[in-house]
């Protein structure tokens, strides 16, 4: 009999209702001793892995878990630890782990940066002068543990040694090939340990290849995965990519490994047609990634068991592997728990759990037949239809926006050059203005009024009587610290796209469906699944407020189109661009009604704008140019003499530049920070001609910065930028930071600002 397995590439961590987070945050906190920690992490761990065996997965990964990120866990593996945290060798403290991440009171984090085109974090290895070692088998003590404990014999997962050398930072390109060929041994000493202890198959996720690569790099990766099949023989390697089609297809299946994983949800049809035209060896297997990994809705049975069908026409069922198109970390755990949602909707969902039963499903249609999994497939079809043909996606008004976006206008009244000069003469700035992200601290006594709140257990005025409360706590703050531009707090918004979301038609939202951003960080993605419409002012009450506390400037405070799309599971069933053009429209209102009651600086933050980049390089500027337009649809219709900023987080800035500039936005501020100051050479080989604050401090990091560190990064950023164009803020939004440290690190920021005014008058004078 031909015999198709199931398989998994990984599952989240983060349990149904974040028990992991929660354990985590308490052994921070000091409130979990270290064995107690531990033991509710291999609790969790184990669940996971026994949810998956009781579901019927063939194939089940093993070290796909992590305590922050699997990133971050293949370097200490080798015992990769930054100098400035004092590691002395041998397997890596849980505490030094953690340091690395998060940062020490005398050692900044390691930089974290976007995992591909996803809203993944990952802490950026640091390889320097470090020499790599083996320190710790991962992959085989989590293995053992799943065998021993539940007698699951699973599928180690190890991200490859390619991908991993190009995540890393530290090293010259040139180097690039030798720096790779360090790591080669100590993977072959993985999979030797892997194969003693009687290990079949092995995912080694290689995800670098779905971007666009050279012909040199395919070559090296041949003569990485031949030194690892001579190093390990009987051990069956799955290649794995996701997340787009792969390059170079011919030279990749030709490999020496035994399985291939593909991408067929995300690759837009190319790894299909290549497939077809250039066939599979004869000697490998092909794991299917048909079920998507990245979103959250029902599968169409039909469709998936045709393209699986098709498939079986040039590979054979016995070498076939169904799985989801990339590790189910980007999905929540379970739709079970969504009670509240309409019927419609939950019925066209699918998140881990639901997709390891489509998964399930479709392996034994292709094992037994189509008939056999017939009543599955027509459910799917129909739960999907119900959605399509529903009210909430058939908006006529949106729509015929939609068609007519020719008559909206998405370019400023006049160029930056004339509304620069327009805003110093409204606003009076000084020299080096300072002023913050957006949101100050979001307290336990802020979450607990809110969930109060929601609960019925504080009336609508009440709660309105407590957000000013915060609102002038925090004016006054500002005040006293002496910043020029003041924000109203965010003490209302639970979330930066949330609170935008429960505020336009066309957006649900869940009750538990949290996903990983990083570390413990989790976020709730809302669910744009029908036509998104404006109903109402979102922000003017707050921001009003704040504006009559203080003869200061308030800026308003708007999640950007792009943002809201890319950090939203987005329906399937319309053009992405679409619905981001529905989301400007929208927000194009709010920009209007914020101007109208006499709010002069309002900023769009687009902090994820560069996530969403395609990882191909030839469909980068389609996407740039969509998400340029989608900015400038929200916020072209103000006056010129109205202040447009933007943030962004984690930026290449450099790749991305000639975009940021079309944005036209007056005022933009990135993150710089954490990745030690990098970014500014981009402007060294760029001219930027619009203001610009880059954050001069990590707000990711408990620890209060020197002043020294502060005062370093402005004058490395003044080296190459014009003073007066230039803003002084930290790197990202205070929500997630102390009060008391919060005040303090401003405080030096402050500092930090005048005492660079006071040098750059006395060089003038």
């Known amino acids: 009999m031909n015999t198709v397995k199931s398989s998994n590439l990984g599952y989240p961590r983060i349990g149904e209702k974040r028990e992991w987070k929660q354990a985590l945050e308490q052994f921070w906190a000091g409130k979990l001793e270290k064995e107690e920690f531990l033991k509710q992490i291999e609790e969790i761990r184990l669940q996971h892995l026994q949810k998956q065996h009781e579901q019927g997965i063939d194939l089940i990964p093993v070290g796909d878990f992590s305590l922050y990120d699997h990133v971050l866990d293949t370097a200490v593996m080798f015992g990769l630890v930054p100098k400035r945290f004092e590691y002395s060798g041998g397997k890596v403290s849980l505490e030094t782990y953690f340091n690395i991440a998060r940062g020490t009171t005398g050692a900044v984090a390691s930089e974290m940066t976007k995992w591909f085109n996803t809203n993944y974090h990952y802490i950026v290895p640091e390889l320097g002068e470090a020499v790599p070692a083996l320190v710790e088998n991962r992959p085989l003590q989590f293995y053992k543990e799943a065998k021993q404990k539940l007698n699951i014999a699973g599928k180690p997962v190890i991200l490859g040694p390619v991908t991993f050398v190009k995540l890393s930072k530290g090293y010259q390109k040139s180097e690039f090939k030798t720096v790779v060929n360090q790591f080669v041994p100590l993977y072959a000493d993985i999979l030797r340990e892997l194969q003693q202890e009687g290990v079949e198959w092995v995912q080694i996720d290689e995800p670098i290849l779905a971007t666009t690569i050279s012909k040199e790099e395919i070559a090296l990766f041949n003569e990485v995965y031949q030194a690892l ?62 079920i998507d990994g990245r979103n959250i809705w029902r599968a169409n049975l039909d469709d998936k068991f045709s393209v699986l069908a098709e498939i079986t026409e040039i590979v054979s069922k016995d070498r076939l592997i169904v799985q989801p198109s990339s590790s189910l970390l980007h999905v929540p755990v379970t739709v079970k728990n969504e009670e509240a949602l309409d019927e419609i909707l939950t019925g066209a969902l699918a998140f881990a759990d639901e997709k390891l039963h489509e998964i399930v499903v479709l392996t034994k249609g292709l094992q037994e037949g189509k008939e056999t999994i017939q009543t599955e497939i027509t459910a799917s079809v129909e739960a999907i239809k119900a959605l399509n043909q529903s009210s909430v996606r058939n908006n006529t008004e949106v729509q015929k926006a939609i068609r007519s976006l020719h008559t909206y206008k998405a370019d400023r009244q006049a160029p930056f050059s004339v509304r620069q000069g327009l805003q110093e003469e409204a606003f009076e700035l000084p020299l080096l203005p300072t002023t913050t992200i957006g949101s100050f601290p979001q307290t336990q006594e802020v979450r607990k009024q809110r969930l109060k709140w929601r609960k019925g257990e504080l009336t609508n005025a009440e709660y309105k009587t407590y957000i000013k409360a915060e609102i002038k706590k925090w004016i006054d703050i500002q005040e006293e610290l002496g910043l020029d531009v003041f924000v109203h707090g965010e003490f209302e918004r639970t979330d930066m796209v949330e609170y935008f979301g429960e505020k336009l038609a066309g957006f649900q939202f869940t009750k538990f469906a949290w996903v990983q951003s990083y570390g413990s960080r989790c976020v709730k993605p809302p669910l744009i699944y029908g036509d998104v419409s404006y109903q109402e002012p979102m922000t003017v009450a707050e921001t009003v407020y704040a504006q009559s506390l203080t003869d200061k400037p308030v800026k308003g405070m708007l999640t950007g189109p792009i943002t809201i799309l890319n950090w939203s599971f987005v329906r399937d069933d319309i053009p992405r661009y679409d619905v981001a053009n529905q989301i400007a429209l929208a927000l194009r209102k709010e920009v209007e009604s914020l101007e109208e009651n006499g709010i002069r600086m309002i900023q769009v933050d687009e902090p994820a704008i560069r996530e969403g980049l395609p990882l191909k390089q030839e469909k980068k500027q389609s996407y740039l140019g969509a998400a340029v337009y989608a900015f400038k649809l929200a916020t072209a219709s103000v006056q010129n003499d109205t202040q447009i900023h933007t943030h962004m987080c984690y930026s290449d800035f450099k790749n991305i530049i000639d975009a940021i500039k079309a944005l036209d936005a007056d005022v933009i501020s990135i993150e710089t920070s954490k990745s030690h100051g990098e970014l500014i050479h981009a402007f060294e080989e760029n001219t930027y001609d619009k203001g610009i604050g880059l954050g001069v401090y990590d707000i990711h990091s408990p620890r209060v910065p020197k002043l020294e560190e502060l005062t370093r990064n402005i004058d490395r950023a003044l080296q190459v930028l014009d003073p007066k164009l230039f803003w002084i803020n930290p790197d990202c939004g205070l929500k997630t930071r102390g009060i008391d440290e919060t005040v303090a690190a401003l405080k030096v920021m402050v500092e930090a600002a005048e005492q660079t005014r006071e040098k750059l008058l006395v060089k003038k004078g």
Do not use: M, R, W
């Open 229 to 290: 099949h001579e190093a390990a023989p009987n051990i069956k390697v799955i290649l794995q990519t996701y997340f787009e089609s792969i390059e170079h297809y011919e030279e990749v299946i030709s490999l020496p490994v035994q399985g291939i994983g593909l991408d067929f949800v995300h690759d837009a049809g190319q790894n299909l047609a290549a497939l077809k035209q250039y066939g599979f060896p004869q000697d490998k297997v092909l794991a299917v990634g048909v």
